[in-house]
């Protein structure tokens, strides 16, 4: 019974109160978009807070009190730079302590305990959380380089709650991968004393999910990038117009579908059992099936010759 009332108790810490949280806030917002049109809510403030870039209403039809919120779009860039810095370091210090034995700082060490999310030597394999990390921070590197050298941005808007929340949630997904790390006091606890000797089929199978989403990623961001662009590879334009190839031929925003399997593919290399990660993952399922949503009404209602086939978030299903 103790043993029970325990693992319950892990279960209610606050990491995982922020992460059932927003989830349930983009599942909410999710399921109020599918309702008829007649029935959605009509708070600008509301559409303004969930649409960014393309799907935003047009200026002059969107209140001027929310216009006074706007950040560019190509901002973007801001929460990978923070990533790669911010994850960069946590990586740092759980190399630190893998291979040199160094304690993690006090500071870390203290907000991971407030956050209830220290594991004294638990169950989870360290080198489980330590190729996650080196994924988050590989994966903040590429979007960084893509935002700085393939994306071709327009003058499209943010809301500034949506720009605050991205600049911290890649804080957050770096303190979550940490928080799984089994820890004996500021010490990382290596079950066997060799962390290389943990290696299960499950981390080939995450990196190469990791690998491949990656590139499907990465494709799709160049045919979005190509179609504002002239054979010479120079911008001429920037208007929206209908992307073909790769994952396109399926769904309206496969980058986004790209952006849910490597989150799926980090599930995988922590072992598939991961409860802290599945939550991060339903977070990221309910947030990208929301924007794919609402680009898919904006390529429908922007071009009549839409291919009819395509759906907008799930190949064939949604």
């Not at 649409?51 to 009190?65: D, F, H, N, V």
Request: glycine residues 4%; hydrophobic residues 55%.
């Amino acid at each position: 019974m103790a043993l029970w009332a325990g693992s319950k108790l892990s279960v209610l810490n606050p990491l995982h109160a922020v992460w059932f949280t927003v989830a349930a806030a983009f599942l909410v917002s999710l399921m109020l978009q599918l309702l008829p049109p007649g029935l959605l809510p009509s708070s600008a403030l509301f559409q303004d807070l969930i649409r960014y870039g393309k799907t935003k209403q047009e200026a002059a039809l969107r209140p001027a009190i929310c216009r006074i919120f706007d950040v560019p779009k190509r901002y973007f860039s801001h929460f990978y730079v923070i990533s790669v810095l911010w994850n960069g370091f946590l990586l740092w210090c759980l190399t630190q302590s893998l291979f040199l034995g160094a304690p993690f700082p006090s500071w870390l060490h203290t907000l991971l305990r407030i956050l209830g999310a220290v594991q004294f030597r638990g169950d989870e394999l360290a080198l489980s959380a330590f190729l996650v990390l080196v994924f988050v921070w590989l994966h903040s590197l590429r979007r960084l380089f893509e935002c700085v050298y393939v994306s071709v941005f327009s003058n499209a808007m943010i809301h500034v709650v949506s720009y605050c929340f991205g600049l911290v949630y890649y804080i957050l997904v770096g303190i979550t991968v940490l928080s799984q790390v089994p820890m004996d006091g500021r010490h990382v606890y290596v079950r066997g004393k060799n962390l290389f000797m943990q290696a299960r089929w499950f981390h080939i199978l995450g990196m190469m999910m990791f690998i491949w989403s990656s590139v499907h990623q990465y494709k799709c961001h160049v045919i979005l990038s190509n179609l504002r662009k002239n054979k010479a590879g120079v911008v001429i334009h920037c208007k929206h117009q209908i992307p073909f190839g790769d994952w396109f031929e399926y769904v309206s925003s496969p980058n986004y579908l790209a952006e849910l399997m490597i989150y799926i593919s980090l599930a995988v290399t922590f072992g598939f059992h991961n409860f802290t990660w599945w939550l991060v993952v339903i977070y990221v399922f309910f947030c990208q099936a929301l924007s794919a949503l609402l680009n898919h009404r904006f390529y429908k209602s922007k071009f009549v010759s839409y291919p009819k086939h395509r759906k907008a978030f799930l190949p064939f299903l949604f």
